[in-house]
């Protein structure tokens, strides 16, 4: 089964400085990668996706991911944070089944402090 | 582009009372909507996938006499949470698959609704 792993609950940085959110997955055959965020009582906005071609996706916001296949990563990082960068980060891997649900990471809060 | 629509944002309810909640897409046709039930400070579980003119599949676990999804248009899905008990108070979150996107399109999502149940 397709999963995605996110090993932090939170990550904090400072204001201005790069910022990294990890993700791994477990799949079978080719990955099919996305990003997403949530701000507070809100619902996801989609932030960038891999599906093939260049390992280094841009997004929305400045934010970019990497995908390595070798590591099964796909980190989301951004290169200066803001503080309204502060929000729930899920990463989520679509399922190969009918209906190519996605199968979301269990999430990781993103702090950056003034 | 890729509008979501969620209705209503925030509701209360009687113990034992039915609430609807509905998801639209506003400027695409989505064959397929997945509602999603999110707990405090938890991620997202799906619920069911619904599809347009058929029956909803529900996830391991799900009521399907519990949460009823009816999606009766290509823009239009509903989320029934019949006689409401205090522990389906949650966030329940709709999202959407423009059609013909199937096999890389992104999902859009709505805003969420809050429910509460007294």
């Known amino acids: 089964a397709q999963s995605v792993a996110q090993p932090e609950d939170q990550v904090n940085v400072a204001e201005g400085n790069p910022l990294t959110v990890k993700c791994t997955y477990s799949?079978?055959?080719?990955?099919?990668l996305f990003w997403y965020v949530q701000y507070p009582n809100r619902g996801l906005q989609f932030l960038l996706k891999?599906?093939?071609?260049?390992?280094l996706v841009k997004g929305s916001y400045g934010f970019e991911a990497e995908f390595n296949k070798s590591q099964t990563s796909f980190h989301l990082k951004k290169p200066s944070a803001l503080v309204s960068d502060s929000a729930l980060y899920f990463c989520a891997v679509r399922d190969g089944g009918a209906t190519n649900k996605l199968i979301f990471g269990t999430g990781t809060l993103l702090a950056v402090q003034p | 582009g890729a509008v979501v629509s969620q209705h209503p944002s925030r509701v209360i309810c009687k113990s034992g009372t039915s609430v609807k909640i509905e998801c639209r897409s506003l400027?695409?046709?989505?064959?397929?909507m997945f509602w999603y039930r999110q707990f405090p400070k938890q991620s997202l579980m799906l619920m069911a996938t619904s599809n347009e003119g058929s029956k909803a599949t529900y996830e391991q676990g799900v009521e399907k006499d519990k949460f009823l999804i009816n999606h009766a248009s290509l823009t239009l899905s509903t989320l029934t949470v019949t006689s409401a008990h205090p522990e389906d108070s949650s966030f329940y979150i709709c999202s959407a698959r423009p059609r013909g996107r199937g096999n890389t399109g992104e999902l859009f999502f709505g805003e969420g609704s809050r429910l509460t149940v007294l």
């Open positions: 891999y599906i093939t071609g260049d390992n």
């Open positions: 400027d695409f046709q989505a064959t397929t």
């Open positions: 799949v079978s055959g080719n990955p099919y």
